[in-house]
């Protein structure tokens, strides 16, 4: 039996959206893997930051950039629980990551209106992987902003 699986890895950034959720941020985890190891962990910290490129990618990428000591993360793949925005996605292309997976479409925001060419040619991606338990989260915390 395979323990790190894609499940394995998009449970631990939800678990960063979980912390995002719990500090009052939009509750989006991110972590970087290559090789089967989690070198980078991230979730939304935009309020706390008061810094608008402060999403849970952007965190994310420059914490595994850092931890490889390289602009490119071409071996590691990124699992995030919602859609990357045309800014993340961005960031992902110029990365040159190898795979991006998603968990909940952002049909507003997210950068799959305008098509995977937004990434680097090379970079696989998948998504709906755990979409519902990341769409409870980001469900449940707009509610609680509403009241």
Known sequence: MEVFTDRY?????LKEAKKAFDN?????????????QII????NQVELLKDPTAH????????AANFLGSKYLTDCTIYITLEPCLMCASALFWSKISR???AAADDKNGFMRLGKGVLHPKTKVEYGLMEPESRVLLQSFFEQKRK
Do not use: H
């Not at 890895?9 to 950034?13: K, P, Q, T, V, Y």
């Not at 009052?24 to 089967?36: K, T």
């Not at 849970?56 to 914490?63: F, G, K, N, R, V």
């Open 9 to 13: 890895f998009m449970n631990e950034a």
């Open 24 to 36: 009052d941020e939009v509750p989006v985890g991110a972590v970087v893997v290559v090789q089967d």
């Open 40 to 43: 980078a962990k991230a979730y």
């Open 56 to 63: 849970a990618e952007m965190l994310a990428i420059t914490s």
């Open 100 to 102: 991006v997976v998603f």
